[in-house]
């Protein structure tokens, strides 16, 4: 099929358009991605990993008109000319990423890729939006430039990414794209990778029912990472604890087992025992960093925010903090030591 008579003016133009406004495309991109980070972390959804956007070069483009022979007026009529990509850690975070992008820009399609397979078809799907800045943006002045563009938005598992991105190497986007032979197997992975997702809901159902019945108890029990938060939850100070950056229980559960602690009731001894001693450190602390701060300087070892709060552990510093009490600063300074040097 030849490509029509005015097609070189019309990519000329086009052209030309994508060097003025390269920089909108980008700078919607940059603002989706911090408004969702921010509204994720407002309700402390975890990513598989950070979210991803790019904004589609001109022989990218290019070759998509050629290729599907296409011609827009203009690039906001293309949906993917900027794309960000969403990879969420577990299947059920699914729903509120979705309300969050539904709830605070505005959504001009939603499709489900994995609703239009049958149940015998061939694939794994993923979610996919086309959205524009919401109408409270475009009151503002340094956000009122990106009026009119649009952006994708895709949002999938980690499951389904890996399936994402096999496909398009293998470059089996359809069940006709597959040879015969490599069929079944390649239904197989698709099973699989879905089975992963169906599984880390299963360890997350089961962890809750864990979690639920050890509040329940009031006996000794082995310490492992979901006990030791407990623990900290109920004998550490709430407003030490660290809900924007997550408190790492595992590396501290290591050093417990390291010095022998094995139980929630050997820890709870010796956390009533140092409690007092780790809290005035703590202030001692807080008040260095406010010094810090009045002369201009960051705090160190600690945020801005957890300064002017009045705190400086977290829940795993203060009972580290309360183990080196235990065990004695040398000893456990050694011990610290020489796992940073392994």
């Known amino acids: 099929m030849s490509p029509p008579k005015r097609f070189p003016t019309f990519l000329k133009m086009l052209e030309n358009e994508y060097g003025t406004e390269i920089t909108r495309f980008r700078n919607l991109c940059e603002e989706i991605v911090r408004q969702i980070d921010q509204l994720l972390k407002d309700v402390r959804i975890n ?91 475009l009151k503002i002045p340094t956000l009122k430039k990106l009026e009119g ?68 108890r009031r006996d000794d029990i082995s310490l492992n990472t979901e006990s030791l938060k407990r623990l900290l939850d109920a004998t550490l100070p709430k407003e030490n604890r660290d809900d924007e950056e997550g408190e790492d229980y595992a590396d501290l559960l290591d050093d417990l087992l390291h010095f022998k602690v094995r139980t929630t009731s050997e820890f709870e001894k010796i956390i009533k025992k140092h409690f007092e001693a780790a809290i005035k450190t703590d202030k001692r602390h807080v008040k260095i960093s406010i010094d810090e701060l009045e002369k201009g300087e960051e705090p160190g070892g600690t945020s801005v925010e957890r300064t002017r709060r009045g705190v400086y552990f977290t829940h795993v510093g203060l009972a580290r903090s309360i183990l080196a009490l235990e065990v004695g600063d040398d000893e456990f300074s050694k011990y610290l030591l020489r796992n940073v040097s392994k």
């Open 47 to 137: 990513l598989a990993s950070p979210i991803e956007f790019r904004v589609k070069t001109w022989p990218s483009i290019l070759d998509k008109i050629k290729r599907n022979q296409i011609q827009p007026e203009t690039l906001a009529e293309i949906r993917d000319v900027a794309g960000i990509r969403i990879i969420a850690l577990f299947r059920r975070d699914m729903e509120p990423i979705q309300k969050i992008i539904e709830g605070n820009f505005k959504v001009l399609n939603k499709e489900d890729t994995f609703s239009r397979l049958k149940e015998n078809q061939f694939g794994y799907g993923s979610i996919h939006y086309e959205v524009q800045a919401p109408g409270e943006w």
């Open 149 to 216: 563009l649009r952006a994708e938005i895709q949002v999938r598992t980690g499951s389904q990414h890996i399936w994402a991105a096999a496909s398009h190497v293998l470059q089996y986007k359809k069940v006709a794209h597959v040879p015969f032979p490599i069929r079944r197997t390649i239904n197989r992975v698709a099973a699989l990778l879905e089975t992963v997702d169906l599984e880390f809901e299963r360890v997350l159902v089961e962890r809750e029912e864990y979690t639920e019945q050890i509040s329940q």
